[in-house]
């Protein structure tokens, strides 16, 4: 089904961008591997729909050898990165 009338694109064309190596993340990265960018805007929650349901249907059967299993939230913590400034040690109220 087409899911964006402004740059013709269907959920065929989501789903091939989000079982790349390195699946998009967000709509916006979704329009960048299709080679376009949002226009009006009313196709983002359908997109992110589709992309939830393909990374959810790749977490249940296939997390063991799946190359997406820090994008759909199933990899170990010691794998997930840590959230920008949460590796630099806290100075707040720390005297000099």
């Known amino acids: 089904m087409i899911v964006c009338s402004c740059n013709v694109f269907s959920d065929h064309d989501i789903r091939k961008a989000v079982s790349g190596a390195q699946p998009p993340r967000t709509p916006g990265q979704v329009y960048g591997c299709l080679g376009c960018s949002a226009q ?38 010691a794998e997930m990165p840590a959230p920008v400034g949460m590796n630099a040690p806290a100075t707040i109220g720390v005297a000099a």
């Not at 992309?51 to 997406?68: N, Q, T």
């Open 40 to 77: 009006c805007g009313r196709c983002a929650r359908t997109i992110k729909k589709i992309m939830d349901e393909a990374l959810g249907a790749c977490a249940k059967s296939c997390c063991a050898g799946c190359p997406h299993t820090a994008a759909h939230g199933s990899a170990p913590a």
